[in-house]
């Protein structure tokens, strides 16, 4: 995985979304755009993510396992083929309360974590946040009109230099 912006190309994640995909890890970084971020994370039985508050959207889609959300202190019940968003500013929690992983995929807009993340534990990924080692790359937190202006982007499109 590499730290730079990405190129203007398509990237693939054949089954991602299928139903037991054995993850292996709490978190880990799949794609980091200039404007969101896709991320896999197993959560195990009895595991939760951690009651936080992000300065970005979130939104999860659950692909195995069940578990209980708490968003802005409302509880919901989850399972495979759910999806919760999670808007900015809002606090939030989910806990596995299955007999398998929770297996989900989530997509923070923009980035939240740095793009090579992959956090085995939970406790590895708040070490690692804690120490400021888990940041997301300056810029995926530009603004369109940013994009533009140093090329990142074009309102037409490509091509694109250098690529």
């Not at 200039?34 to 999860?60: A, F, K, N, R």
């Amino acid at each position: 995985m590499s730290s730079a912006p990405p190129k203007h190309q398509m990237v693939y994640f054949p089954e991602l979304t299928s139903r037991v995909r054995a993850f292996g890890e709490f978190r880990k970084v799949m794609h980091t755009g200039l404007y969101s971020q896709l991320v896999t994370m197993e959560v195990p039985v009895g595991g939760d993510i951690g009651d936080e508050v992000h300065t970005v959207d979130q939104i999860l889609i659950f692909t195995s396992g069940r578990g209980r959300a708490t968003v802005a202190g409302k509880d919901q019940d989850v399972k495979a083929s759910d999806v919760v968003v999670v808007p900015a500013g809002t606090q939030h929690q989910f806990v596995n309360t299955g007999k398998t992983p929770l297996e989900l995929i989530t997509v923070y807009s923009p980035a939240e974590h740095d793009p090579r993340t992959v956090h085995k534990t939970k406790e590895e990924g708040d070490e690692e946040e804690d120490a400021g080692k888990d940041e997301a790359p300056e810029w995926s937190q530009r603004s369109k009109g940013e994009n533009e202006k140093v090329g990142a982007v074009k309102a037409e499109g490509g091509p694109y230099e250098g690529e």
